[in-house]
């Protein structure tokens, strides 16, 4: 169920989210995304262009930060806008428990005629954040 | 090596449409970890108005991806992909994607320019119907680490 407008307000914190992310997950994302940048899934190039091992592809983790607002809201198509800066990579292991990272959210902003929220996305790995200026707009009931 | 400035408020159409199909709006969502049911369940879909499932908010990617493709891998544009990192991206959904949606990315070249030792390229893909109706604009920055 989408909330009600009138039910939220600024500074209300959504239910956090931690997820995991395996090697395996990153081809998958990889296939499916039709993204095969080898630093996304193979050491050796990573670490020729600089990286400390594998990272997940930044739009992976666009991807899996959004879901702390949309599983709030239930609905995906009530999303109208989502963007964010990638400033920290997550850099996945090659071991069965991958990379952890862990979301939060809060409503920044109302608009009362347009009955949309902006959340505020923070997502941390390893304790610091990987994504800046992480917002996602949505309709409200 | 400079960015050609040729390229800024150019369009740069793709001819091939992408056509959306529920598995491969399952697969998306499946690789993210999410089982959200209006993305792979078509009768909860339907149920909560949409012709079929929807896409993911950021599934918009993988619709422009050849046709952005295109235009950042021709050699006259400058960009070199090697040490190329993406620096922000943002999605305006007009309307959430469904599965059956035949989309056309017409990619344009916003602004190019220098920022500390960088090559920085902004791009926004238009996203359309074959009616030509909006369906999502897409604006990502990619950063080439230290060409400038």
């Known amino acids: 169920m989408t909330p009600a407008f009138d039910d939220v307000a600024v500074g209300d914190e959504l239910p956090p989210l931690t997820y995991h992310v395996t090697r395996k997950q990153l081809v998958q994302y990889a296939g499916a995304a039709g993204d095969f940048n080898s630093i996304h899934w193979n050491k050796r190039v990573a670490v020729e262009v600089g990286l400390p091992d594998v990272i997940a592809h930044g739009m992976f983790t666009m991807a899996s930060a959004g879901r702390v607002v949309t599983d709030w809201i239930g609905d995906p198509g009530k999303v109208k806008e989502y963007e964010v800066r990638f400033t920290r990579p997550v850099v996945v ?25 902006r ?23 | ?10 369009a740069f159409p793709y001819d091939e449409a992408f056509c959306v199909g529920v598995e491969k709006i399952r697969e998306f969502a499946r690789s993210i970890g999410d089982d959200n049911p209006l993305y792979c369940d078509r009768d909860a879909a339907r149920r909560a108005g949409y012709p079929d499932v929807i896409a993911p908010p950021t599934f918009a990617i993988a619709v422009i991806m050849k046709a952005q493709d295109k235009l950042l891998f021709d050699p006259a544009l400058g960009l070199d992909f ?17 599965a059956g949606d035949e989309l056309t990315a017409t990619p344009y070249v916003d602004q190019v320019r ?35």
């Open chain 1, 93 to 117: 292991a090659d071991d069965d428990a991958g990379a952890q990272v862990e979301l939060t959210a809060v409503v920044g902003a109302l608009n009362a005629s347009a009955r949309t929220a």
């Open chain 2, 114 to 148: 220098v920022m500390a030792g960088n090559d920085v390229v902004t791009l926004r893909t238009e996203v359309t119907d074959p009616a030509g109706n909006p369906v999502c604009t897409a604006l990502g920055t990619l950063v080439a680490r230290g060409t400038a």
């Open chain 2, 1 to 10: 090596m400079a960015l050609n400035h040729e390229f800024v408020g150019k």
């Open chain 2, 82 to 98: 090697d040490v190329v990192v993406h620096g922000n991206q943002r999605f305006i959904h007009h309307r959430p994607i469904v």
């Open chain 1, 119 to 141: 959340v505020d996305i923070t997502a941390k790995f390893q304790g610091q954040t990987v994504l800046g200026k992480a917002r996602m707009l949505v309709a409200l009931d």
